[in-house]
């Protein structure tokens, strides 16, 4: 059976605290003795001898504390939205309706500040018309994007209001592997608004497929507290009851909760947050390397003592870390103070940075371990650098001119391929791979040039139109 990856709003049964319940019925039932009593199976009386286990209350993890605090600080967020009237919606609902028509959906957001910012998933408010937000004492408002980040799945939103509930954003770096975390949200509807669940951090720095480029960190938090669809944007707490993720997705084959979570450390969420607030878009910086695991293998070949790190397969030209010094070949162990054991802590690391950052990056080079400085720039920076494969990078994606026969296939006569469309403004904007960009504020183009030389002229927004993989058209405008 195919598993589905998806993304959800998630829900809780707080098995934990099932499992409490029945611990402490049996506590408190027990007759012979205090606390629990094993069987000795070395009697030799006929009669099981016993041990007495002294249990109390506080042998087992009390939530309310965590609970009671930080569900006033989870809202439930409904939205409305248009139908875009595509193929696969029905032609007789269409000519009876008048075609595209609105449909409704729901999700989970948490209050960060007093003044009514709200932290949700971009999945959640995509597309939407009107969003509503409702606190957990049913006071209801309306809400406003101020600011999206597909690339992170999350988004910022905010109601007119004062004085509202918060959570405190705790250091995500800091979860420990088996730490119980508390999901807060309204799965499955505005019916079980405000539902709690527990369950433990079962693993950090998860990767998840990057299908249709919705996720592109591989940082998720994993964990195994029961959530489901209507959850997402919610929170996950700790026992402080601090906010430690945004809940985003689970992994089921039947659309329902089968055992994992994932969400977005609150590190990730603080910048996301952060650049929103004082830019409207996210400042991402960038390393200017591709990377690769360190095995077994390749950790004997390089004699190395463990397999921490990863081996640096290509230095991009011109980028940060060909500016540093550094080579392909090396093996990059840490950034600042932080170990970097895998590509995923990499990318957390070069996540938290804004470009003009400066930090050392320690590497393993001929088996020398040396620090080197690295300052950081913008994914954005170098529009119109050529790659090694002939490709153009701009607004974070690298394009390509197309070949006659390309272009004949989608019936076009001009225009320039979204080889990737990365991390960067492009890929924020809508951009996919395999999109086709036909105008750059209403002018025709026909090669890589073209593109980076009429973006340059504009002086506030670039406004892009195409067709995407799939032969539809596609537009989007983004900001300089």
Known sequence: MKTNFLIVALSVALSGATAYGVAKYAMDNTQPIAGTSVADSGSHSGQPQYKTVNLSLSDYPDFTFAAENAVEAVVYVKVTMKNQGNGNADPFFQFFFGGPQERQGSGSGVIIRPDGYIVTNNHVVAGATTIEVTLNNNK???AKVIGTDPATDVALIKVEADGLPTLQLADSDKLRLGE???AIGSPLGEELRSTITAGIVSAKGRSMPNYKGEFKIESFIQTDAAVNPGNSGGALVNKEGQLVGINTAIISTNNA???YSFAVPSNIVRKIVADLIDFG???????????SPIDAKRAQELKLSDV?????????KGGPADKAGLKKGD???AIGAVPTKNAS??????NSFHPGDKSNVTIIRDGKKMEIPVTFESVDDNNGA????GDVLFYGASIRAMEKSELERLGLKNGVLVKKAGNGKMAQAGAEDGFVICYINDVAVSKPQDVIDIAKKSRRAVYVEGVTASGRPGYFAFGK
């Open 331 to 333: 093996i990059l162990v």
């Open 140 to 142: 209801t408002y309306e």
């Open 386 to 389: 050529v790659l090694e494969d």
């Open 180 to 182: 119980w975390v508390l």
């Open 308 to 316: 921490s790190g990863v081996y640096i397969e290509e230095v991009v």
């Open 281 to 291: 878009s996210v400042k991402r910086a960038k390393l200017g390397i591709s990377m």
């Open 257 to 259: 909760y089968q055992g």
């Open 345 to 350: 802590d990499v990318q957390v690391q070069v």
